[in-house]
């Protein structure tokens, strides 16, 4: 069964950087690429970033192309957004998505807020 755990997220004040994991399992993670979006409040669900196979190529949203990286480790099948001086823009649900059928995760809540 393929699952995408994102665990992590929460209320952090603007400026500040958070890295949560997405942990996958029931698929070969590291032939895949996976990708990171995010919704906010009475939006559609967009593509943030996301990384190939390997890690060699990422691309990013002109939205947070500056701000935020992207990494991974195939051998923890753990791919690992790291969102860097959030403003309140950022906030929304973030989701991981992948493997077959391009599954999702539950998604986790991240509000940037004074």
């Known amino acids: 069964q393929v699952q995408l755990v994102e665990p992590g997220g929460g209320l952090v004040q603007p400026g500040v950087s958070l890295t949560f994991p997405c942990v996958a399992s029931g698929f070969s993670f590291s032939w895949d690429t996976v990708r990171w979006f995010r919704q906010s409040p009475g939006k559609k669900r967009d593509l943030v970033t996301y990384s190939t196979d390997t890690g060699r190529d990422t691309r990013f949203s002109d939205s947070v192309k500056d701000r935020f990286t992207i990494s991974r480790d195939n051998d923890k099948n753990t791919l690992y957004p790291e969102m860097n001086n959030l403003q309140s823009e950022d906030t929304a649900v973030y989701f991981c998505?992948?493997?077959?059928?391009?599954?999702w995760g539950q998604g986790t809540q991240v509000n940037v807020s004074s």
């Open positions: 998505n992948g493997g077959p059928g391009d599954s």
